[in-house]
């Protein structure tokens, strides 16, 4: 699974409508508004990289409100939880 995280400057007046419409698109498993110097951060989850194309260019940077965006495409996750104890949920 490729992962990016989609950096996006949105019209202030359209964040809300800007994130639904954007965590409404495939490919898209997350959308955070968010203080600082962008607007949105958009998780975007893909099996190809050739997807990513389809799903930031061809989706997200046309939805209305979207600005400008910039990509940035993860390599490994690290985490302090413990994955397991996701499986376990309910066994008790």
């Known amino acids: 699974m490729i992962t990016a995280f989609v950096m996006v400057h949105a019209d202030a007046d359209r964040i809300p409508e ?11 498993a ?3 508004s968010c203080a600082g110097d962008v607007d949105l951060v958009a998780v975007v989850r893909v099996r190809e990289h050739e997807q990513l194309a389809d799903v930031i260019a061809g989706g997200l940077s046309k ?5 400008s965006t910039s990509t940035h ?3 490994r996750s690290y985490s302090a939880r413990d994955d397991a104890s996701a499986f376990s949920v309910g066994l008790d």
């Open 73 to 75: 495409i993860a390599f």
């Open 63 to 67: 939805v209305p409100g979207v600005q």
């Open 30 to 32: 997350e959308v955070y």
């Open 18 to 28: 800007t994130a639904q419409a954007i965590a409404d698109l495939e490919g898209v």
